[in-house]
Structures are given as structure tokens and as C-alpha cells.
């Protein structure tokens, strides 16, 4: 057995080339990188046009059951609840009105409304309250001008403006 040789700490008989290679050295990036992003847009397109397909395809083939009512056809007006367990709800369906009670799992007619008069005083009535509702957004336009003073104010600043006698 012939003695081994020992170097000194830090030096190393091997050149550069015959180095170990380190397990934490990140790979070269892909030349073809712009392929790559191609390809997956183009599958990523693929699955997403399939998907909007086949949506499409589910609405138009859908049971007549399943669609959802217009809101000409049929609207909930409102709502008012009498105590824990019982409520009134107030439907239009189409020209007519009703006044339902519902208690739990219990629906009774209390009234219905014929006339296409009363129904519409009747909607308009309910609609009232609601944001969206003009009556709402003329409100809100009146009090906004009634809140900004150069409108509220009686005396203007600019030319008067005489009216044709």
C-alpha cells in the first residue's frame, strides 16, 4: 500500500473544466423561449374558446323551465313581514297584480288585482323607494342642487338674464 498524498486546504489539483458540478446551479434558460409562450397561449386560446362553447351551446339548448322569467312577465313588487313566521309579498304577473301570504312552506292568495291601472299605481308605488328608481334619482338631483350654493343662492353672479316682455 503506497501512502496517499495529501494537498493543502483549498487547492485543488483539477482545473476549472474537471470541477464538480454544484446541485444548486440553475439550468440554462431556453433559447427557444417566444416557441415556448406560443404554445401555451395557443393552448391556453384552445381551452378557453372550448369552455365559451360549450357555454354557449348549454344556454341555447337549455329546457324552456330552466330559462329565467322576464321582468314584464313576472316581478316581486315587495315585501312585508307581519311577525316572526308570516309575510306578505306583493307579485305582478304580466297585467295583474297579487297579494300573497306565506308562512314556511305555505303560499296563499289573499287578493288579486285585475285592473292594469291599479297594478301600474301599484308598481310605481313599490318602485318608489328603490335607488334605481327615477323618483329616487330625482330626489337625490334636488337635494344636490339644493346643497351647492352657487345654485341655491338667489342672487347670481353672472349677467342677468331678461325675459321678452
Known amino acids: 500500500m503506497l501512502p496517499r498524498r495529501l494537498s493543502r486546504p483549498g487547492t485543488d489539483r483539477r482545473g476549472p473544466a474537471e470541477a464538480p458540478a454544484s446541485s444548486s446551479?440553475?439550468?440554462?434558460?431556453?433559447?427557444?423561449?417566444?416557441?415556448?409562450?406560443t404554445t401555451l397561449a395557443g393552448a391556453l386560446g384552445i381551452v378557453l374558446g372550448g369552455f365559451v362553447l360549450l357555454v354557449a351551446l348549454l344556454r341555447r339548448?337549455?329546457?324552456?323551465?330552466t330559462r329565467p322569467l322576464p321582468r314584464d312577465a313576472f316581478e316581486v313588487l315587495g315585501q312585508a313581514p307581519l311577525n316572526g313566521k308570516h309575510m306578505l309579498v306583493l307579485i305582478r304577473l304580466g297585467t295583474k297584480a297579487a297579494l300573497l301570504s306565506v308562512r314556511g312552506e305555505e303560499i296563499q292568495t289573499l287578493l288579486e288585482i285585475d285592473d292594469p291601472d291599479q297594478v301600474t299605481h301599484l308598481a310605481g308605488l313599490c318602485q318608489q323607494g328603490r335607488q334605481e328608481?327615477?323618483?329616487?334619482?330625482?330626489?337625490?338631483?334636488?337635494?344636490?342642487?339644493?346643497s351647492d350654493p352657487a345654485v341655491a343662492s338667489p342672487r347670481s353672479t353672472g349677467p342677468a338674464v331678461r325675459g321678452r316682455r
Open 25 to 37: 446551479r440553475i439550468p440554462p434558460i431556453n433559447a427557444d423561449w417566444k416557441e415556448n409562450l
Open 61 to 65: 339548448f337549455q329546457p324552456p323551465g
Open 133 to 146: 328608481s327615477a323618483t329616487a334619482a330625482f330626489r337625490r338631483t334636488l337635494e344636490e342642487l339644493a
